[in-house]
Nanobody, 124 residues
Framework: QVQLIESGGGLVQTGGSLRLSCAAS????????MGWFRQAPGKEREFVAA????????RYADSVKGRFTISRDNAKNTVYLQMNSLKSEDTAVYYC?????????????????WGQGTQVTVSS
C-alpha cells in the first residue's frame, strides 16, 4: 500500500499562486509515475499533470500548460504542483495519484493510489 497526503491548498485571488505538495509513504518506489487530478463541483475528475519517476518526462493538460509546473523530489518521496496565474476555473479539489510504471496516463482509472484531496479556491 501507498499512502498519499496532499497539502498546500487554500484560498487565493485570481492571478495568484499556490504550491501543492503530496507526500508518499508506505510501499513507495521510485518507479512510479505520479499525477495530479482535480474535480470541481458537479464535474468529472480531470487530469492536470503527471511526472515520470526519473523526472525526465512530464505531461500537462492543455488548460494548465504554461501556468502549472509539476516536480518531484524522490529523496523526500514528495511531488509538487506549482500553480501560477490562477483562474477562477482552477477552483477544485486537487488529488495526488500514483501508479506503477512509467507511462504518464491522463486517465484517472490508470492510477492505483489516491490522496484525500486538498481544496483550492480562486476568487475574483
Amino acid at each position: 500500500q501507498v499512502q498519499l497526503i496532499e497539502s498546500g491548498g487554500g484560498l487565493v485571488q485570481t492571478g495568484g499562486s499556490l504550491r501543492l505538495s503530496c507526500a508518499a509513504s508506505g510501499r513507495t518506489s521510485s518507479n512510479r509515475a505520479m499525477g495530479w487530478f482535480r474535480q470541481a463541483p458537479g464535474k468529472e475528475r480531470e487530469f492536470v499533470a503527471a511526472i515520470s519517476w526519473n523526472i525526465i518526462n512530464t505531461r500537462y493538460a492543455d488548460s494548465v500548460k504554461g501556468r502549472f509546473t509539476i516536480s518531484r523530489d524522490n529523496a523526500k518521496n514528495t511531488v509538487y504542483l506549482q500553480m501560477n496565474s490562477l483562474k477562477s476555473e482552477d477552483t477544485a479539489v486537487y488529488y495526488c495519484a500514483a501508479r506503477s510504471g512509467s507511462t504518464l496516463y491522463a486517465s484517472w482509472g490508470q492510477y492505483d493510489y489516491w490522496g484525500q484531496g486538498t481544496q483550492v479556491t480562486v476568487s475574483s
